[in-house]
Nanobody
């Protein structure tokens, strides 16, 4: 079992940046692949980015490629999502998730979830 707590959300104008953090505890952090998902009002929760156990491989949905960067610091038990050039379409609650799988991208492949942090991008 692992507990996840997101932070770093807020209100920014289009073109701005935010860095989200996800602090993990309760189980060996290195054993989990980590991912970020987001959910806008009235929409399905969607995959944003993921990173493997070692941090050697990352995956992104097309709409955030070149703008978002996922990274992890195993010594700090923390995963990050750097978000640049934010657009109003990025507005959503962002969730951190952990998986025992090697390279998960689907919601059902993740085992643990944080409570989420709100990101709002104004136009």
């Amino acid at each position: 079992q692992v507990q996840l707590v997101e932070s770093g959300g807020g209100l920014v104008q289009a073109g701005g940046s935010l860095r989200l953090s996800c602090a993990a505890s309760g189980r060996t952090f290195r054993s989990y692949a980590m991912g970020w998902f987001r959910q806008a009002p009235g929409k399905e929760r969607e995959f944003v980015a993921s990173i493997t156990w070692s941090g050697g491989n990352t995956y992104y949905q097309d709409s955030v490629k070149g703008r978002f960067t996922i990274s992890r610091d195993n010594a700090k038990n923390t995963v990050y999502l750097q978000m640049n050039s934010l657009k109003p379409e990025d507005t959503a609650v962002y969730y951190c998730a952990a998986s025992v799988r090697s390279a998960p991208v689907l919601i059902y492949e993740y085992d643990y979830w944080g409570q989420g942090t709100q990101v709002t991008v104004s136009s």
